[in-house]
């Protein structure tokens, strides 16, 4: 489970991402960690992406895949990422590179290891729309498995927008404007409140909301 304040020293920030607040998180993620020494010579230099890399004949090159290929015994293929197992671009160890054979392949993984932090079980998926997690059983999907969503979430988003949009209903009671929208009477009086408008009995529908 990721902890709820950041992990920094002498920082009580609330924890954003792999245990940093948002600050520390930007620059552990630009410089690969939160000192600012400068390198020793023949180590490399970060760039902006916050990798290290090193003067090629071709220009540079990341430390990282050199590593990998160092490791498989031969050049690795663009297409071919090489992920951070413990999100530090700048620890490129042999035990912390995980050789992934495609982008998707290693977009999984940040999407499982990041459900794992979050909630402590890296199957479960995250609903694009309120953002909580969820076993993948109770979300739908595109066939490629990305935009995970609840159905109802869908509904709802759907519903409220086309109450949005409608130009020609522009006065109506609680009770029309749940039976032209075909939800619950509650759901009308949330939608009134997120809006702002104090009067549920009196027209809620009214013109400057659309």
């Given at each position: 489970m990721r902890n709820s304040q950041c992990s920094a020293d002498d920082c009580n920030g609330a924890s954003y991402c792999r245990g940093f607040c948002?600050?520390?998180y930007q620059k552990f993620m630009g410089n690969g960690t939160l000192q600012t020494t400068?390198?020793?010579?023949?180590?490399?230099?970060?760039?902006?992406?916050?990798?290290?890399?090193h003067a090629h004949k071709?220009?540079?090159?990341?430390?990282?895949?050199i590593v990998a290929e160092i490791a498989l015994g031969k050049k690795i293929d663009p297409t071919i990422v090489v992920h951070h197992a413990d999100?530090?671009?700048i620890n490129n160890n042999r035990s912390n590179l995980v050789i992934?054979?495609?982008?998707?392949?290693?977009?999984?993984?940040?999407i499982r290891?990041?459900?794992?932090?979050?909630?402590?079980?890296?199957n479960k998926r995250k609903c694009y729309i309120c953002k909580k997690y969820d076993s993948i059983e109770n979300l739908s999907s595109k066939r490629n498995g990305n935009s995970p969503v609840h159905l109802k979430c869908r509904y709802t988003r759907k519903t409220r927008s086309r109450a949005y949009n409608i130009k020609g209903l522009v006065f109506m009671s609680a009770s029309e404007?749940?039976?032209?929208?075909?939800?619950t009477n509650r759901t009308i009086y949330r939608w009134c409140a997120e809006?702002?408008?104090?009067?549920?009995?009196?027209?809620c529908f009214h013109k400057d909301r659309y």
């Open positions: 948002s600050a520390h400068k390198r020793d010579a023949g180590t490399g230099t970060i760039n902006n992406r916050g990798y290290i890399s071709k220009g540079q090159k990341l430390e990282h895949r999100g530090n671009k992934c054979p495609s982008q998707k392949y290693h977009a999984l993984l940040h290891q990041d459900a794992h932090e979050d909630t402590g079980d890296a404007a749940s039976n032209h929208f075909n939800v809006w702002g408008t104090s009067k549920i009995d009196t027209p």
